[in-house]
């Protein structure tokens, strides 16, 4: 058992390395470019959205960046994820492998990316005033429980497209709907209560919804909360373990 | 000398053919809700039954189609026989069309490495044996080189050299020893020759029937998935075998010249 996680290990380090150099292969900024497309992004709805919202939220840009860096990091890892295991399909129709490797390599990418915006957004707390408390250090559980959630959806999509290519588009047009209605740009509380509780179904507004708890109020979500994201985390991650266990030979039928 | 490495017990395995593959969603609904969805089984093996023991080495023949790289795919792990098991007994290094695979933008010792992390093998093992590897390829010179630069006949060759460094007790070969050149063809059957000697059970997919004449001492005859024969004989059953392919042969030129 201990052999097979130390092969398994050797083979998601290289499958790490793999991924990266493709993936900044004749890029001039590199790894920069992945930070520098939030801060694109967030300077846009800054620019387009402060003067209709900016006036009632405090703390406006902070506001928009909890969104956009929990946002992004979805969007992306669940995109990467998408096509892990059809870009890898070379590899596992010939050679018996674990497959959600993979899926966990690319991961890894999005996980980097996610922690150096992270960096940027606490410099701009800085620069936006916002107190630094030890709560701060709670933010660890929606990254923990994100991090799951995101591997869990990459799974579900991954088998999925392996099946209809046309996930592809399907996905790309959700998440744009997702984007509208995870509340990154717009308070939710003017809404109608019954519009609100909608929001509480949504697994990405969730986690926006603690990280500004933390950030911006200074205050820890309850208990109801934190066991609403463990349970979203473990929902995909199930359905996308067993989608994956169940097809894991028959996945190459469809290649 | 008899223990059992690898056993065959009535493996069949069924592909899917038709309207599921590459239709898209829209489609597949489309077919389904007009009743047009249409799935054909297709038997790729049928009850093929053999057994191996520790330092044979087997070949299987047979035309294109006749079910061989589907056989190997059961008997590495990739796929599941439909119906039948596979019992294997002892760890196994399969090496299905061996250039594929590979990175085209890693270059060779990434690659090596990775191939290596695929086959199941340790850092440690791969630090050690990276140097005899690539002076087995023959590529130290292209060390640097980004894989799309590579002749296909040095990418096989870095794939064999990969596989076959090590000493697993099961080994599958298809098409492997047809790579490279001449000299690299001695070398590697060489090599082969060693691996067996070493104990290791080891099968090998050619259309070479001399190379199977002159190694094997099991041979395996599919044709269109059946199991046309098993056993020790393997200078009768290639016999057979070149038999069947000129009465082919003459049938289609017969069948040609009619028109």
């Known amino acids: 058992m201990l052999d097979k996680l130390k092969k398994s290990k050797f083979l998601f380090e290289e499958l790490v390395k793999r991924d990266f150099k493709k993936k900044y292969k004749r890029t001039v900024l590199g790894i920069a470019w992945s930070m520098l497309s939030p801060l694109l992004m967030l300077l846009v709805m800054k620019v387009v959205f402060e003067q209709f919202f900016g006036r009632t939220v405090p703390h406006y840009t902070t506001y928009l960046f909890c969104g956009l860096l929990v946002f992004n990091w979805f969007a992306e890892s669940t995109n990467a994820g998408m096509r892990c295991l059809y870009g890898n399909a070379a590899i596992f129709t010939k050679v018996n492998v674990p497959k959600y490797l993979f899926l966990f390599a690319g991961n890894v990418q999005t996980l980097i990316n996610f922690v150096l915006t992270l960096l940027v957004f606490f410099f701009f707390c800085v620069i936006d005033h916002v107190e630094f408390t030890w709560k701060f250090l709670f933010l660890f559980y929606p990254i923990v429980t994100l991090l799951v959630f995101n591997i869990g959806i990459g799974m579900i999509l991954s088998a999925l497209y392996i099946f209809f290519r046309d996930m592809d588009y399907l996905w790309g047009v959700f998440v744009q709907l997702l984007m509208y209605g995870s509340a990154i740009f717009y308070q939710v509380d003017r809404m109608p209560p019954d519009v609100q509780q909608v929001f509480l179904f949504n697994p990405v507004y969730r986690h926006i919804a603690y990280v500004r708890e933390i950030v911006l109020a200074g205050i820890i979500p309850d208990l109801m909360t934190h066991i609403t994201l463990a349970g979203f985390a473990l929902e995909a991650f199930l359905m996308g373990a067993f989608m994956y266990k169940h097809y894991n030979t028959r996945f190459l039928y469809y290649v | ?259």
Request: charged share 25%; aromatic share 8%; proline share 1%.
């Open chain 2, 1 to 259: 000398m008899s223990d059992v490495m690898l056993e065959c017990r009535d493996v069949s395995i069924r592909y899917m053919v038709g309207d599921f593959k590459n239709i898209g969603l829209k489609e597949w609904v489309v077919r389904r809700l007009t009743g047009r969805y249409q799935v054909k089984e297709f038997w790729a093996d049928r009850r093929v039954s053999f057994t191996l023991n520790r330092g044979d080495m087997l070949g299987i023949i047979g035309t294109n189609g006749a079910g061989k790289s589907t056989i190997l795919k059961a008997i590495s792990g990739i796929m599941e026989p439909t119906e039948g098991r596979v019992i294997r007994r002892g760890t196994v290094s399969a090496l299905l069309e061996l250039a594929s695979g590979f990175d085209g933008d890693l270059n060779v010792r990434e690659n090596a490495y990775l191939r290596g992390a695929m086959l199941g093998y340790t850092r440690k093992f791969m630090d050690e044996t990276y140097d005899q590897i690539v002076d087995f390829a023959e590529l130290r010179e292209f060390e640097d080189r980004s894989f799309k630069q590579l002749s296909s006949g040095m990418k096989s060759r870095l794939a064999f050299a990969i596989a076959s460094l090590v000493k697993p007790e099961i080994l599958i070969l298809d098409e492997v020893l047809s790579v490279g050149d001449g000299a690299f063809r001695a070398k590697s059957e060489a090599k082969m020759r060693e691996i067996i000697s070493g104990g290791a059970t080891t099968i090998l997919v050619s259309h070479s029937l001399g190379q199977v004449r002159a190694m094997c001492n099991k041979i395996l005859w599919l044709h269109k998935g059946e199991q046309k024969a098993f056993g020790n004989d393997v200078a009768g059953i290639c016999d057979a075998y070149e038999k069947f392919l000129k009465g082919a042969s003459r049938l289609v030129r017969e069948s040609s010249a009619g028109i």
